[in-house]
């Protein structure tokens, strides 16, 4: 399926009968007030007979059929597209919602591995550049699972324990192109790293608030961020031989910043900050891209990216795929989205709307494979162009 029709699909029908959205009658969209999307007849059947509560089948919020609200900006894109149709994305650019990137090819699921009792709430995952292998943490006993490209399980490390190389509480991992695995180490504060068989082969404990997120950038470099601290830095180091060489922070006045990742042909970054609530709100996030520099070059939070999307995003991982436009997970609506580049940022364009229960990560391999961690089912998923 196209990446434009399955955009249609997420945005355009009701996610609960499949029935596309209408501008009048039982098909007009509206608003929960956890902001999912339903039809009014799907509305009406949920509420039952007497019309007094309704539980919305994504989240479970319990609401009255009078907390409703008519979905403006689906119901704007509907006059756009007009009765016959047209382009989502040519819908976009005329409504001011960014310009339309040249959308990825359609994905399909190729390979689902993982699972409960496999995994165990995993928290992040990477590809090796150049093996295809895919190393995951989680919380299980051994918090590193590497995969082979068919999806066989071909070793397990990273204990956990109070050695200097057990890892307590692993929040992200990535590989570097000589196939060492670097994890970030909520626990202790550590960023630690490991050759390709599992054998620790250096920690670092550089005054690090909480190391969160990372990326390689280099044969022998990683960025990551300190979201306690606010702060990016860029990490150097031999892990032939196990030493370090630089440690520096290289952006500073984020907010709590989480996923990160790396454009390998451009060296720009683009990272995910957490905004803190303010008032009755859960908080929102915002994404940041700086170039190879550190030089702000685009940013765009929930709030703006709500006016091209009719249902609140909540961003968790972040990355460039081969073109270096930016891709991000969302758990609001359990999806995967194309941002655009960054000269063209903020686009929009769903690539995967159906299947994810709650994608915390998200990676590319060498084969231009799209890999989405899915904490909800503790699985990976593995997707292809079709």
Same mark, same amino acid.
């Given at each position: 399926?196209?990446?434009?029709?399955?955009?249609?699909?997420?945005?355009?029908?009701?996610?609960?009968?499949?029935?596309?959205?209408?501008?009048? @009658?039982?098909?007009?969209?509206?608003?929960?007030?956890? *902001?999912?999307? $339903? #039809?009014? &007849?799907?509305? =009406?059947? +949920?509420?039952?007979?007497?019309?007094?509560?309704?539980?919305?089948?994504?989240?479970?919020?319990?609401?009255?059929?009078?907390?409703?609200?008519?979905?403006?900006?689906?119901?704007?894109?509907?006059?756009?597209?007009?009765?016959?149709?047209?382009?989502?994305?040519?819908?976009?650019?005329?409504?001011?919602? @960014?310009?339309?990137?040249?959308?990825?090819?359609?994905? *399909?699921?190729? $390979? #689902?591995? &993982?699972?409960? =009792?496999? +995994?165990?709430?995993?928290?992040?995952?990477?590809?090796?550049?150049?093996?295809?292998?895919?190393?995951?943490?989680?919380?299980?006993?051994?918090?590193?699972?590497?995969?082979?490209?068919?999806?066989?399980?071909?070793?397990?490390?990273?204990?956990?324990?109070?050695?200097?190389?057990?890892?307590?509480?692993?929040?992200?991992?990535?590989?570097?192109?000589?196939?060492?695995?670097?994890?970030?180490?909520? &626990?202790?504060?550590?960023?630690?790293?490991?050759?390709?068989?599992?054998?620790?082969?250096?920690?670092?404990?550089?005054?690090?608030?909480?190391?969160?997120?990372?990326?390689?950038?280099?044969?022998?470099?990683?960025?990551?961020?300190?979201?306690?601290?606010?702060?990016?830095?860029?990490?150097?180091?031999?892990?032939?031989?196990?030493?370090?060489?630089?440690?520096?922070?290289?952006?500073?006045?984020?907010?709590?910043?989480?996923?990160?990742?790396?454009?390998?042909?451009?060296?720009?970054?683009?990272?995910?900050?957490?905004?803190?609530?303010?008032?009755?709100?859960?908080?929102?996030?915002?994404?940041?891209?700086?170039?190879?520099?550190?030089?702000?070059?685009?940013?765009?939070?929930?709030?703006?990216?709500?006016?091209?999307?009719?249902?609140?995003?909540?961003?968790?991982?972040?990355?460039?795929?081969?073109?270096?436009?930016?891709?991000?997970?969302?758990?609001?609506?359990?999806?995967?989205?194309?941002?655009?580049?960054?000269?063209?940022?903020?686009?929009?364009?769903?690539?995967?709307?159906?299947?994810?229960?709650?994608?915390?990560?998200?990676?590319?391999?060498?084969?231009?494979?799209?890999?989405?961690?899915?904490?909800?089912?503790?699985?990976?998923?593995?997707?292809?162009?079709?």
């Amino acid at each position: 399926m196209a990446a434009e029709d399955e955009a249609e699909l997420s945005l355009l029908e009701c996610r609960v009968c499949f029935e596309p959205y209408g501008p009048d @009658g039982q098909r007009r969209p509206l608003n929960l007030p956890c *902001g999912h999307v $339903l #039809c009014r &007849g799907c509305v =009406g059947a +949920l509420a039952g007979a007497e019309r007094q509560r309704l539980e919305c089948p994504f989240c479970r919020r319990l609401c009255g059929p009078a907390e409703t609200s008519e979905c403006r900006p689906l119901l704007q894109l509907l006059e756009l597209l007009g009765p016959a149709g047209g382009g989502l994305a040519s819908a976009l650019g005329r409504s001011g919602g @960014g310009a339309a990137a040249a959308a990825p090819a359609g994905l *399909g699921l190729r $390979l #689902c591995l &993982g699972g409960w =009792g496999s +995994l165990v709430n995993p928290t992040g995952v990477a590809a090796c550049p150049g093996s295809g292998r895919l190393a995951v943490a989680h919380d299980g006993k051994k918090r590193i699972h590497v995969f082979g490209p068919s999806g066989f399980c071909l070793r397990r490390f990273g204990e956990r324990g109070d050695a200097n190389n057990d890892i307590k509480y692993a929040l992200d991992v990535t590989v570097t192109s000589d196939g060492h695995v670097v994890v970030t180490d909520g &626990g202790d504060c550590s960023v630690k790293a490991f050759d390709s068989e599992g054998r620790g082969v250096l920690a670092v404990r550089e005054g690090f608030c909480l190391p969160w997120g990372l990326d390689a950038a280099a044969k022998s470099e990683v960025i990551l961020t300190d979201s306690e601290a606010g702060a990016l830095y860029r990490l150097a180091a031999d892990f032939q031989r196990g030493e370090l060489k630089k440690c520096q922070m290289i952006r500073s006045r984020l907010v709590s910043p989480r996923a990160v990742a790396v454009c390998q042909s451009s060296g720009a970054v683009v990272v995910v900050e957490h905004l803190k609530a303010r008032g009755p709100s859960k908080g929102s996030t915002r994404v940041t891209i700086l170039s190879a520099e550190m030089d702000l070059i685009g940013q765009v939070d929930s709030f703006g990216l709500n006016l091209v999307f009719p249902s609140r995003i909540y961003a968790t991982a972040v990355a460039f795929d081969r073109e270096g436009r930016v891709i991000v997970t969302d758990v609001c609506s359990q999806a995967v989205i194309c941002l655009g580049k960054p000269e063209e940022f903020p686009s929009f364009n769903p690539l995967i709307s159906h299947g994810l229960s709650y994608p915390v990560g998200l990676t590319y391999t060498a084969n231009n494979s799209l890999v989405v961690l899915d904490s909800g089912d503790h699985s990976v998923k593995v997707y292809s162009s079709t």
